[in-house]
């Protein structure tokens, strides 16, 4: 019999083989990007695939601008979160500037029979409408669809109070207006979330 060396079998001793691009986003959307010269294939939320090319082109061309602006070699993971951050600071002060309702916790009067609650009750009703409507989105992310419109049922049914504070309906409607209306931009829904927020901030009082 034979005595087997240290290095005879090494099968126990070998890495594991990483899982392959298809193994490791089947459960989620995937999208082949190029970036500084390079292919990439990435994760996604599944539907949003030709969303996230868009975004990567976005991201590429901040990149490159601060490669650009940047004097010396950088390498590309400091160019990367030096646009990462750059790109925070931009939705931070969007954010600020977008701050839709002082912070108080004060209920007011609605009348149910001033034109601009009548205005804002029908701008709501219809983005309700044209979201459950919409077959294009229920195919494309159902789940998303559903929950959109229990928000906007919910602040529906807020603004059937007689009192109602607008920080209740900043923290309900205002998220889910605010996200409608950037997803669906130029499309119906973004145009109906758009028209419900102006006429919500109309009927509030809100500058």
């Keep these: 019999m034979s005595e087997q060396g240290p290095s005879d079998d090494l099968s126990d001793e070998l890495p594991?083989?990483?899982p392959s691009d298809d193994e490791m986003f089947e459960s989620i959307g995937r999208v082949e990007v190029e970036f500084l010269g390079d292919r990439f294939a990435l994760g996604c939320v599944e539907g949003?695939?030709?969303q996230a090319k868009a975004r990567a082109e976005r991201f590429e061309i901040d990149t490159g601008e601060v490669l650009k602006a940047v004097s010396g070699e950088l390498d590309r993971t400091r160019a990367m979160l030096m646009s990462a951050i750059l790109a925070y600071e931009r939705i931070e002060d969007?954010?600020?500037a977008t701050t839709p309702f002082p912070l108080h916790d004060r209920a007011m009067a609605l009348d149910h029979d001033a034109p601009r609650y009548l205005e804002a009750s029908a701008a709501l009703d219809a983005l309700i409408i044209?979201?459950?409507e919409s077959n294009s989105y229920r195919?494309?992310?159902p789940a998303d669809q559903e929950r959109r419109l229990a928000e906007l049922q919910a602040g529906r049914t807020l603004l059937k109070s007689r009192w109602v504070s607008p920080e209740t309906v900043k923290a309900t409607l205002w998220g889910t207006l605010a996200y409608l209306a950037s997803k669906f931009v130029d499309a119906p829904i973004g145009?109906?979330?758009t028209a419900a927020w102006t006429a919500l901030k109309r009927l509030l009082n809100i500058g």
């Design 16 to 18: 594991p083989t990483p």
């Design 48 to 50: 949003e695939e030709e």
């Design 94 to 96: 969007l954010e600020a």
């Design 130 to 132: 044209v979201v459950r």
């Design 139 to 141: 195919e494309s992310n």
């Design 191 to 193: 145009e109906a979330a």
